[in-house]
């Protein structure tokens, strides 16, 4: 059972972390961190690593809700989006998205289903937008 969902295009890589941060915000994410592991590995491991970010997405209102309901949901928040350079020839980004209903089944708590389905639907609608601004890695 996998805990992301994902969506794979061909597009400049920093033209797909501002799609992603916009698309984010237009579902009423904001980006609470930005970690650029890329950079972190060179400066801390003097390391090469492929383009990868973390974006940390929180929806304050979403957020508040599920707190309310399971007051340690916190260690499990911001939901992490990631963006990352494939290692492949064809020069595709992948934009990956935590599950929520994986994140949250770690409560084992009911109440916290419909805030789960909530969040999974703004995420695919956030992919759906990535999608549609760039080709298909295929096609480019």
Do not use: H, W
């Amino acid at each position: 059972m996998g805990y992301t969902t994902q969506q794979r295009v061909a597009g400049s890589f920093d033209d797909v972390v501002d799609a992603t941060v916009d698309a984010l915000g237009d579902e009423g994410f904001g980006v609470l961190c930005d970690i650029d592991v890329q950079a972190t590995f060179a400066e801390k491991l003097d390391e090469e690593f492929r383009q990868y970010r973390i974006l940390g997405a929180c929806n304050p209102g979403l957020a508040r809700e599920g707190l309310d309901d399971e007051i340690e949901l916190g260690a499990l928040l911001p939901c992490n989006v990631i963006v990352y350079e494939d290692e492949g020839e064809d020069g595709a980004v992948t934009v990956s998205a935590v599950d929520p209903a994986q994140l949250v089944g770690i409560a084992d708590n009911p109440a916290l289903d419909s805030i789960a389905t909530d969040v999974s639907d703004r995420f695919e609608r956030v992919l759906e937008v990535i999608d549609g601004e760039f080709e298909s890695p295929a096609e480019a």
